[in-house]
């Protein structure tokens, strides 16, 4: 069956803008049943999850509505859009702090007037005491906490980005790495990081170290770049970086050398990490 039958057949509809699809998300995504969509309402703000990224994240069909498209609808405009969109709605499910329409004037109350089929709200979903939103993921991000973004995410902060020339010397002088450029995606904090990468189109994630941050140590440049630690590889087009965990600060070493010392310390410990998780 194509998207666009399956979405036409659904009775069930998540709202939100789903930017990283976080655990909170996933909430709401547990009570759409067999026949759900996902809707998302995009804002151009996505960075965590860009555009269909979201769609690593669920096997659900998703719908993408413009927020400059729809922002000016009343209520009334905005479930006659839903409706036509999915003539077989039976379901909606949205969060506690769900708003929609001019100035987001109305919320999960007003869906429940306006809608005459059934109007799920999920309860706030928290962790350790402390609520799941996008805004705080991408605060974690920034600080390089990837660890509690992670956990909050429910998985990987991942980005993807196509396969960019590095300086050159990498694998002359230091470690060969794939350099990426993550158009859209939210970059982490200065520094290096245990992670694992994807190749191209293949199945698996290497186990790797990256350097995200500007080269201070040569030519400034900014990169972002992974060195595989089980083999050389070959990768012709992109690659995907999915983050671990922070290992050290961006520094601005005397010389090649003891770059190339930290750099061997990095590789010890991404190993290590690695190797523990694989127990
Ligand atoms: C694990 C790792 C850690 C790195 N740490 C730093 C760093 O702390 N400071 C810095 O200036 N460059 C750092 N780099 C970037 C190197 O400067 C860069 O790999 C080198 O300039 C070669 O770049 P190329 O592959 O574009 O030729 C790091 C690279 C890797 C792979
Ligand atoms: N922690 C949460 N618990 C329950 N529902 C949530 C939670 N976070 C988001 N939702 C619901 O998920 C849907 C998508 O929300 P939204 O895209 O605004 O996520 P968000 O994480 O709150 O983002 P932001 O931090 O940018 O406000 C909405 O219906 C919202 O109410």
Redesign the pocket.
Known sequence: MSIATTMKNSTAI???????M????Q??FAELGEHGTIVV?ETG?ANITPKEERENFSHYPILYLELDEIRHLDGDAFISLLKSEFPKLKKIV?????HFGKDRKYSFEDLKTLFSGEVKV?????LEGD??????IRAKVKIGDIKGANDFLGHNYTIMGALVAGQGIGKKELVATINIEATGFLTPKEGVYVTLTRIDDEEHYHPSVSFVGHRVTTDGSFAIESHILDGEVICNKKARISFVSFIRDNKKFDSIAELKKAIKSDINIASQKLKLLQL
């Not at 949205?94 to 769900?98: L, M």
């Open positions: 998540a709202i939100g803008g789903f930017d990283g976080h655990i909170g998300h909430h709401l309402i703000y949205v969060g506690y702090d769900f999920v309860e706030e979903v928290t609520s799941i939103h996008s805004h705080k």
